[in-house]
């Protein structure tokens, strides 16, 4: 079956610190992979996605590619700021199926 | 801008009472999913519906149902409330087909304490 593999949090970084969270990931197919992120209180909301190999996802300064021969998408960021302190969760989709597959999330905490 | 509603952000409800959660979603999306969150389990899916009246069970089901009477609202009920079903509750949405397969739409979720 399909599986989502994230680095263990919490992720702890100082402001403009560069940023990698890592994720990789099981499929059958060729998935569409995602990254969530999760602010304080709220739901989800989607970062960034890549539907193909190669793919780069960006958004807000956060990018991610689709690497299928290490089955990655990581997420970076050149400069974290203490407003991108949340819970990021990387997700997939495979094989035409509507239902993802998340990973558990990797809480990041930036100090100022 | 497109937008998934939960009836309530916090709720406190009693052990063995009946708790209805309602989910709105305004994208004529076909799928309807709730999930809870809980600390180190991450996202886990409880049910959901891919078209009016009809329902799948997640990986979760037990202590809980759904109905989905209109396109636009998912509710998940818990019969009766027991303790460990306190949590987090998520409600999403989402495409069957094109390029959004997959992309899921969240509320801000319901934190649901059972006393």
């Known amino acids: 079956g399909n599986s989502v593999t994230q680095m263990e949090g919490p992720v702890t970084l100082s402001e403009e610190a560069f940023l990698t969270i890592n994720c990789t990931y099981t499929?059958?197919?060729?998935?569409?992979l995602f990254w969530y992120v999760q602010y304080p209180g709220e739901g989800l909301q989607l970062l960034l996605k890549?539907?193909?190999?190669?793919d780069k996802g960006s958004n807000k300064g956060f990018e991610a590619t689709y690497r299928k021969e290490t089955t990655s998408f990581h997420l970076e960021k050149g400069s974290v700021q203490v407003s991108d302190s949340a819970v990021y969760f990387c997700?997939?989709?495979?094989?035409?199926?509507?239902?993802?597959?998340f990973g558990r999330g990797t809480s990041l905490i930036v100090h100022p | 801008d497109v937008k998934v509603t939960q009836s309530s952000r916090y709720l406190v409800k009693r052990t063995g009472e009946k708790v209805f959660l309602e989910c709105v979603q305004d994208m004529d999306h076909e799928n309807m999913f709730w999930y809870r969150q809980d600390p180190g389990l991450g996202l886990r899916l409880i049910y959901f519906s891919y078209d009016v009246k009809m329902k799948e069970k997640g990986d979760i089901p037990e202590g809980y149902s759904v109905s989905r009477e209109k396109k636009e609202r998912f509710s998940l009920i818990l019969e009766s409330a027991s303790t460990n079903q306190t949590s987090m509750y998520l409600c999403?949405?989402?495409?069957?087909?094109?390029?959004?397969?997959?992309?899921?739409?969240f509320g801000p979720g319901t934190r649901l304490t059972v006393l």
């Open positions: 999403a949405s989402s495409l069957t087909g094109g390029t959004g397969v997959g992309e899921q739409f």
């Open positions: 499929a059958t197919g060729y998935p569409s």
């Open positions: 890549a539907t193909k190999a190669d």
């Open positions: 997700a997939l989709s495979s094989g035409g199926s509507y239902i993802p597959t």
